[in-house]
């Protein structure tokens, strides 16, 4: 039986066009339609017109939506997330008031590892609820397909058991899913002073058992000072590319030690932070044509620099901007806050802010065919926010503008 929805009386509908990575003046180039309106059909646009137009089939849809005038955009997408973890860090405040850096509290055996034995401690169905209300939060304020990685396991037990936990959320939730490998996200505590040893035992056991499972479509490595160096970084990329996974890297967060150079090198979709970045990474992620996974609300949270995205349009590398949602450097969901940042911070036009949270992130997730835009043939995803334009989104801050959220042609909130 056929469902269709019809959103009519839209203000403005907003949205980049075409499933590729959008790139320096492209960054900005959306398609504006005024007094318009979307008909979607068994969950995927069929029509979309302007003009006080309705599309042909619009008196024959079983569920009509006045938009008032106000704004629609497609649903947004959160490239970077760590949403699946065990406990919570809010003990680490004080510590961080008092002067204690990131790598300092990994260091001292907290961070990374306090939630790694955490993460060990919990049944899966634990992690599962506790996954389903971020997923419902999120898509609260507009988010309607995210990227989660695993990497609180630094087991091979414990890493299956996340990557589970994503399979089933993403089955059973209205959200859709993508599972990031992340074995090396942190030396465990068990492995300590044998980095070389743990990326041996993730490359020869952990990537071959996601890949025969089918657990995870890409795999990430966290290349940082006190964490993982370039080699071992590149040894376990390479590996995982062998093995057919799309390839990400956490990339100079907090010290410029070579990970955005192989991003561009090894032909990474993403790299992610980037906020140490230097001039020679700049260059290798536009010559490999690496999307930036911009996390400004990590920026914010450990009172960091912010990447240089204006700097990166210049250079034509795709810009993207994502929560960084995690228990430790950014306990925050709110891509609506990170729109606030890339503007206010990056300097980015709300034009290229649409681009960074839609087309870009979905395309380095492996779903720009799908969601990101508002195109026939598309996935009906979209938002209608109480605000009049993207302007709007860009300016205010701290209260959720999300008015409708529609996910494959279903009425989310």
Same mark, same amino acid.
């Given at each position: 039986?056929?469902?269709?929805?019809?959103?009519?009386?839209?203000?403005?509908?907003?949205?980049?066009?075409?499933?590729?990575?959008?790139?320096?003046?492209?960054?900005?180039?959306?398609?504006?339609?005024?007094?318009?309106?979307?008909?979607?059909?068994?969950?995927?646009?069929?029509?979309?017109?302007?003009?006080?137009?309705?599309?042909?089939?619009?008196?024959?849809?079983?569920?009509?939506?006045?938009?008032?005038?106000?704004?629609?955009?497609?649903?947004?997408?959160?490239?970077?997330?760590?949403?699946?973890?065990?406990?919570?860090?809010?003990?680490?405040?004080?510590?961080?008031?008092?002067?204690?850096?990131?790598?300092?509290?990994?260091?001292?055996?907290?961070?990374?590892?306090?939630?790694?034995?955490?993460?060990?401690?919990? @049944?899966?169905?634990? #992690?599962?609820?506790?996954? *389903?209300?971020? +997923?419902?939060? /999120?898509?609260?304020? !507009? &988010? $309607?397909?995210?990227?989660?990685?695993?990497?609180?396991?630094?087991?091979?037990?414990?890493?299956?058991?996340?990557?589970?936990?994503?399979?089933?959320?993403?089955?059973?939730?209205?959200?859709?899913?993508?599972?990031?490998?992340?074995?090396?996200?942190?030396?465990?505590?068990?492995?300590?002073?044998?980095?070389?040893?743990?990326?041996?035992?993730?490359?020869?056991?952990?990537?071959?058992?996601?890949?025969?499972?089918?657990?995870?479509?890409?795999?990430?490595?966290?290349?940082?000072?006190?964490?993982?160096?370039?080699?071992?970084?590149?040894?376990?990329?390479?590996?995982?590319?062998?093995?057919?996974?799309?390839?990400?890297?956490?990339?100079?967060?907090?010290?410029?030690?070579?990970?955005?150079?192989?991003?561009?090198?090894?032909?990474?979709? @993403?790299?992610?932070? #980037?906020?140490?970045?230097? *001039?020679?990474? +700049?260059?290798? /992620?536009?010559?490999? !044509? &690496? $999307?930036?996974?911009?996390?400004?609300?990590?920026?914010?949270?450990?009172?960091?620099?912010?990447?240089?995205?204006?700097?990166?349009?210049?250079?034509?590398?795709?810009?993207?901007?994502?929560?960084?949602?995690?228990?430790?450097?950014?306990?925050?969901?709110?891509?609506?806050?990170?729109?606030?940042?890339?503007?206010?911070?990056?300097?980015?036009?709300?034009?290229?802010?649409?681009?960074?949270?839609?087309?870009?992130?979905?395309?380095?997730?492996?779903?720009?065919?799908?969601?990101?835009?508002?195109?026939?043939?598309?996935?009906?995803?979209?938002?209608?926010?109480?605000?009049?334009?993207?302007?709007?989104?860009?300016?205010?801050?701290?209260?959720?503008?999300?008015?409708?959220?529609?996910?494959?042609?279903?009425?989310?909130?």
């Amino acid at each position: 039986m056929m469902k269709s929805l019809l959103i009519k009386n839209i203000g403005i509908l907003q949205t980049p066009v075409g499933s590729f990575s959008h790139k320096g003046v492209q960054q900005a180039e959306n398609l504006k339609l005024r007094d318009a309106a979307v008909l979607i059909e068994n969950g995927v646009i069929k029509e979309i017109t302007d003009q006080g137009k309705l599309p042909l089939d619009a008196a024959e849809a079983q569920t009509v939506i006045d938009a008032n005038g106000r704004l629609v955009t497609p649903g947004l997408v959160d490239g970077h997330t760590h949403m699946v973890f065990g406990g919570y860090r809010q003990h680490e405040i004080p510590m961080k008031i008092k002067g204690a850096t990131y790598l300092d509290i990994l260091r001292a055996g907290g961070g990374i590892l306090d939630t790694v034995r955490k993460t060990r401690e919990a @049944s899966e169905n634990d #992690l599962v609820q506790k996954t *389903e209300k971020f +997923l419902d939060e /999120m898509m609260d304020h !507009g &988010v $309607t397909t995210c990227e989660a990685k695993s990497g609180y396991g630094l087991d091979l037990k414990n890493e299956v058991k996340m990557l589970n936990v994503i399979a089933r959320c993403s089955r059973d939730h209205a959200m859709d899913m993508v599972a990031t490998f992340l074995g090396p996200h942190a030396i465990p505590e068990e492995y300590e002073g044998r980095a070389d040893e743990f990326i041996d035992m993730v490359c020869s056991e952990m990537l071959p058992y996601v890949k025969e499972h089918g657990l995870a479509e890409f795999a990430d490595v966290f290349t940082e000072d006190s964490v993982f160096n370039y080699d071992q970084s590149r040894r376990y990329l390479e590996r995982a590319k062998e093995l057919g996974f799309g390839l990400k890297i956490h990339a100079d967060e907090i010290e410029a030690i070579g990970g955005s150079r192989l991003a561009g090198e090894i032909g990474a979709v @993403s790299a992610e932070h #980037l906020i140490s970045i230097n *001039e020679e990474g +700049l260059r290798s /992620m536009a010559a490999g !044509g &690496v $999307t930036a996974m911009c996390l400004p609300a990590t920026s914010f949270y450990l009172g960091a620099n912010y990447a240089p995205a204006r700097k990166m349009i210049a250079m034509n590398i795709p810009v993207a901007a994502a929560s960084d949602f995690n228990p430790g450097s950014c306990p925050s969901m709110n891509l609506q806050f990170v729109m606030n940042l890339a503007c206010i911070k990056y300097r980015m036009l709300p034009e290229e802010v649409l681009t960074a949270v839609t087309i870009n992130p979905a395309c380095a997730i492996g779903r720009g065919g799908l969601v990101g835009t508002l195109e026939r043939g598309k996935q009906g995803d979209l938002v209608i926010w109480d605000a009049p334009d993207m302007e709007t989104l860009c300016y205010r801050f701290g209260s959720n503008l999300a008015a409708k959220v529609i996910k494959k042609g279903n009425v989310i909130k």
